[in-house]
């Protein structure tokens, strides 16, 4: 059994930063692609970023150069750095584990970025 836990949402200024961590458990993490999506009211969810088990980093053009998605397989914990938020980036963020055979889904946290 796979469970993720988000956390770090809130409400910021526009212009400020977010750390958002997802804790993880189970025994694929090591083999997992990790993602974050978000979904904005009204709108479908959309990938912002993910990291593959060997590091490869892809990001939606969206966030490219604001954001960073970073792993740790030791701890089974996966970050999403943003910088630089914009109204835009109001949404709820949720973690995505896939494994070969498998998905996983955190509950979401609320990213909320307006003066």
């Known amino acids: 059994q796979v469970q993720l836990v988000e956390s770090g949402g809130g409400l910021v200024q526009p212009g400020g930063s977010l750390r958002l961590s997802c804790a993880t458990s189970?025994?694929?993490?090591?083999?997992?692609?990790l993602a974050w999506h978000r979904q904005a009211p009204g709108k479908e969810r959309e990938l912002v970023a993910l990291?593959?088990?060997?590091?490869?980093?892809n990001y939606a053009t969206s966030v490219k150069d604001r954001f960073t998605i970073s792993r740790d397989n030791t701890k089974k914990m996966v970050y999403l750095q943003m910088n630089n938020l914009k109204p835009e980036d109001t949404a709820v963020y949720y973690c995505?584990?896939?494994?070969?055979?498998?998905?996983?889904w955190g509950q979401g946290t609320q990213v909320t970025v307006s003066s």
């Open positions: 995505n584990l896939r494994s070969p055979t498998q998905t996983y």
């Open positions: 189970g025994t694929i993490f090591s083999i997992a692609v």
């Open positions: 990291i593959t088990n060997s590091g490869i980093r």
